[in-house]
């Protein structure tokens, strides 16, 4: 749970339209005037935000919306910040640093490459902030917003996890047509009395997403984490996998995988430095366990795959 006091980002639902909008109406309203631009987004933020491919975010203080913030999209690479406002009850807090940030990593998550946005100099508290976050001033052009006086933008960052989660998705991609090859019958032959079958490497293979996965989220969630480990015959004993269908486990690997693969880049850069400690193991970093996964995946998968197959 979290504290009372402590600041949590909300994602958009219709629920909080009306938060958006007199959030950014107060601070339009106090400094310049609305213009009809305003109130068609304010009042309609999914038509023109949401849909076209954009994403809006909150910030609440316990059970009250304290701060708003969107990005829209202008073409396959570039987005707008928009729509930043801040409850003045709650200003001072570091939550426009929070909401600006964030919508900094939900843009580059979703694949952009480059961020403005338009502001005007005498809102001089957010032009510093927007310069901190990195933020340079830009040619402004003609057009848009009355109010608007400045151009600022940003080259965004790609998230740091994003190479590895795509790694992790061509080897998914390129793996299950080859797993397919196997009959079923053949998937569960056991190369020796001591050696596990291709369905218990596959199984193992599922326990160690399933396992995985919560540490790539419980471990953005504190600096320091222990976390329990696994014995990984057991595991694979008690389950049966020699007893299940080969096509089947196919596929369970194969979306619990995916599903690490959208994980991985919303990891943030901060979190990557967070230590876990695993079961009786030395402590490690959650980008070792990020990394690792992925070379434990490819070291199982060549039990899997003769070296000699005509692959």
Request: hydrophobic share 40%; proline share 5%.
């Amino acid at each position: 749970m979290n504290a009372v006091n402590e600041p949590r980002v909300l994602s958009w639902h219709p629920a909080y339209q009306k938060d958006f909008e007199q959030l950014n109406k107060t601070w339009i309203e106090k400094y310049f005037v609305l213009e009809p631009v305003d109130i068609e987004v304010l009042e309609h933020p999914a038509e023109h935000i949401i849909v076209p491919g954009g994403d809006i975010i909150f910030v609440a203080m316990s059970k009250r919306i304290a701060g708003t913030v969107a990005y829209r999209r202008l073409d396959d690479e570039t987005v707008e910040m928009t729509k930043m406002g801040v409850d003045e009850e709650f200003q001072g807090r570091g939550l426009g640093w929070l909401l600006g940030k964030t919508i900094m990593e939900r843009a580059a998550a979703a694949g952009y490459k480059k961020m403005v946005l338009f502001s005007n100099r005498k809102l001089t508290p957010a032009i510093t902030m927007y310069r901190k976050l990195g933020f340079a001033e830009a040619e402004l052009e003609q057009g848009g917003y009355q109010r608007c006086d400045i151009k600022m933008t940003i080259d965004l960052k790609e998230p740091p996890l994003a190479g590895l989660s795509r790694q992790l998705k061509e080897a998914v991609h390129t793996t299950v047509e080859k797993l397919l090859r196997y009959s079923n019958e053949e998937a569960g032959i056991r190369p020796s009395a001591d050696k596990w079958s291709r369905k218990e490497v596959l199984g193992h293979l599922i326990d160690s997403a399933m396992n995985n996965y919560p540490r790539f989220i419980r471990g953005q969630q504190a600096e320091y984490l222990e976390v329990p480990g696994y014995n990984q015959d057991f595991w694979v004993d008690v389950r049966r996998y020699q007893e299940e269908d080969w096509d089947e486990l196919v596929q369970i690997w194969k979306m619990l995988n995916l599903h690490i693969v959208r994980v991985l880049p919303l990891i943030p850069e901060e979190a990557l430095g967070h230590i876990l400690a695993v079961g009786p193991h030395a402590p490690v970093t959650l980008r070792y366990i990020a990394e690792d996964y992925l070379r434990h995946l490819q070291h199982h998968l060549t039990q899997i795959f003769p070296v000699h197959a005509n692959y």
